[in-house]
């Protein structure tokens, strides 16, 4: 079993910065692959990153990459998203997700364990 707790959400103005992180408690952390979603009002939870359970396979969604960047740090059991150039359009509530197992995935049915979300607005 893993909970999750996201922080660092917020208010930005377009093309600042925010970095989002992930407490994990539990002991298959480590053996976890993590990823990061994120829900607009009226839209469906849209995968944004995943990293395998070593950190040495990532993933993103079209609309980020080259934006944002997932790591993690299996010593302090966190996982972060580094949101650069944000946009008005990545408004989102932001949930960190984890998987079973240690491969990265972009389907939400592929994640069993998940945060409550953390909000992030950016004004243009």
């Known amino acids: 079993q893993v909970q999750l707790v996201e922080s660092g959400g917020g208010l930005v103005q377009a093309g600042n910065s925010l970095r989002l992180s992930c407490a994990a408690s539990g002991r298959t952390f480590s053996s976890s692959a993590m990823g990061w979603f994120r829900q607009s009002p009226g839209k469906e939870r849209e995968f944004v990153a995943s990293i395998s359970w070593g950190g040495s396979s990532t993933s993103y969604a079209d609309s980020v990459k080259g934006r944002f960047t997932i790591s993690r740090d299996n010593v302090k059991n966190t996982v972060s998203l580094q949101m650069n150039g944000l946009k008005p359009e990545d408004t989102a509530v932001y949930y960190c997700?984890?998987?079973?197992?240690?491969?990265?995935?972009?389907?939400?049915?592929?994640?069993?364990?998940w945060g409550q979300g953390t909000q992030v607005t950016v004004s243009s």
């Open positions: 997700a984890g998987r079973k197992n240690g491969i990265t995935s972009k389907w939400i049915s592929e994640y069993a364990y």
